[in-house]
């Protein structure tokens, strides 16, 4: 039976497995799935660079050979992610980092070595030691990229996808819009890997395609999503009045190699808030960023650099982001402010990407494999996208490998969806760095103004995706009333430990966002 769909299916395919995204989760999925013998389709809304890895500038975290343990990585994982991380998950995805890193190597993938030979690590903020591998001093996610990509596997660009397809049994497919129109693809496995939600917000590290399709794609198909309360905003992202989209970030490996925040009196933006002052991880220095300027009427502090030898060879990156800003970091004080970066929480799924739907997998910073808590720690994104994208590969060969399915309920979405500019400038106004009771339900108010809509369009899709993860981020940042991790509430600025839980949702059957019972931390 040929599937029919409102805006009329102009072509038809089929394959083993299609995943959603062209990172390095999503890329290292394909080729672990691909090597075990599957058919997989990757579908790309941007070009082969338009990727959050590509933009990835401080490292991979991976326990150094010598001076470094498993131990001391998980310990600094738990400690950064403010009691929410499951120990199990943290220490099963670090231990097998070496192991990731080695296989990235055999691709190709080049990192910095010393003058001794052995490969370069510099520490950054909330860990113990120097274990972030870079390559490039600050290019580390192009390096990434570029070897997983060297694969060659098929890839349909300028694609989006609109619905997982399933049937009582799973996952059968996807809808998906591209150039040609409308099309389904006959697959019993779906992998999502999406990337964030940083388009939630006016200034963001990520880049334009990061509308959370994952969040809303996996919410559709029968997940969950957990944790969506906690937002990381980068503190040091290169600040530019009236700057919109994204943001060139100031990698905190800047700051493990002895710049300073200073604010605009020249005083120490964290000096007497945490042990490891500038280095301390990035919701306690990013709070410190936002209050200090609140005390002060002011909209960006300092990063002072100019005394790091060898700053352009070191981290060349940044070196021309400044140039294109009028700035040298030898000579200049570099203007920096808090932006949305990185989404700690999303869709729920066990070590190897395995979500509650059957055939439904997801990996990288969509997934929350409990791996980041309320807060992730430096350079453990790329961690996570390789270990957990080379499971669910796996995983989805040998649980969904030689399936046969046919996708017929293939009906373009008609979902509710507000106008992008409004949803940041409400999700930016009352949902940032520092929330409170009122803005919150403001926020709420403005959401509910959502219209539904057919969608039939990639940016109607991508307003959709963000109208839905707002209100899921909402509600979640609404129901906990503490601060935890990098959910900060003004009126509950202490940790209750009594929500020491993650806030799990899923949608109803009318389409509304429920809030769960609360899991207590482990029960992934």
């Known amino acids: 039976m040929t599937p029919t769909v409102s805006a009329g299916v102009c072509w038809e395919e089929h394959a083993d497995l299609v995943v959603v995204g062209g990172g390095v989760a999503g890329l290292t999925a394909a080729r672990a799935a691909s090597l075990r013998g599957l058919r997989v389709l990757t579908v790309s809304k941007g070009g082969a660079t338009d990727t959050a890895t590509q933009y990835a500038q401080g490292g991979i975290a991976v326990v150094a050979p010598t001076g470094d343990s498993v131990g001391s990585h998980v310990a600094d994982t738990l400690a950064a992610g403010g009691g929410l991380c499951d120990e199990n998950a943290v220490r099963s995805i670090v231990t097998a980092g070496p192991a ?181 991880p990035r919701d306690v220095v990013s709070r410190a960023i936002a209050e200090r300027l609140a005390a002060l009427g002011e909209d960006h502090v300092f990063l002072d650099a100019r005394d790091l030898q060898g700053f352009a060879d070191r981290f060349p990156t940044i070196t021309a982001y400044c140039a294109e800003a009028g700035l040298d970091p030898t000579r200049d004080l570099l203007p920096v402010a808090p932006a949305a970066h990185y989404s700690c929480g999303g869709v729920v799924t066990d070590v190897h990407g395995r979500t509650d739907t059957p055939g439904l997998y997801a990996a990288g910073e969509l997934a929350r494999t409990g791996l980041h808590g309320a807060n992730r720690l430096a350079s453990n994104s790329l961690l996570e996208g390789l270990v957990v994208g080379e499971r669910a590969g796996a995983a989805a060969a040998a649980e969904r490998g030689g399936l046969r399915v046919e996708a017929l309920d293939a009906t373009a979405p008609v ?23 009122t803005g919150l339900l403001a926020a709420t108010t403005t959401l509910s103004g959502a219209h539904t809509q057919l969608c039939d369009s990639v940016s109607g899709l991508e307003d959709a995706a963000l109208t839905l993860a707002a209100r899921a981020l909402v509600g979640a940042a609404l129901r906990r009333t503490e601060s935890r991790g990098c959910h900060t509430r003004r009126d509950h600025p202490i940790p209750d430990p009594a929500q020491a839980w993650s806030v799990d949702q899923r949608l109803d059957d009318e389409g509304e966002l429920v809030l769960t019972t609360p899991q207590l931390t482990g029960a992934n």
């Open 100 to 280: 990731a890193i080695a296989a990235l190597t055999d691709l190709g993938a080049v990192f910095d070595r010393g003058r001794d030979g052995d490969v370069s690590r510099t520490r950054e903020g909330g860990h113990s030691t120097r274990r972030i591998i870079h390559s490039g001093g600050d290019a580390t996610g192009a390096e990434v990229q570029r070897a997983l990509g060297s694969a060659g596997l098929p890839v349909l660009f300028g694609a989006a996808v609109a619905r997982v397809l399933t049937d009582e049994r799973g996952v059968t497919g996807a809808l998906v819009l591209d150039e040609r129109g409308f099309g389904v693809v006959h697959a019993p496995a779906v992998l999502l890997a999406t990337g964030g939600l940083g388009q939630l917000y006016a200034c963001s590290t990520n880049p334009s395609g990061a509308t959370a399709d994952g969040i809303a794609l996996a919410l559709h198909a029968g997940a969950r999503v957990a944790d969506i309360e906690f937002v990381q905003f980068h503190p040091t992202v290169l600040f530019a009045a009236e700057g919109r989209g994204r943001r060139p970030l100031i990698s905190e490996a800047v700051r493990g190699e002895g710049a300073t925040l200073v604010d605009s009196r020249g005083r120490s933006v964290t000096d007497g808030v945490h042990p490891l002052g500038d280095l301390a």
């Open 415 to 437: 979902l509710p969806r507000l106008e992008r500019a409004e949803l940041q400038r409400a999700m930016t106004r009352d949902a940032l760095v520092v929330r409170d009771e």
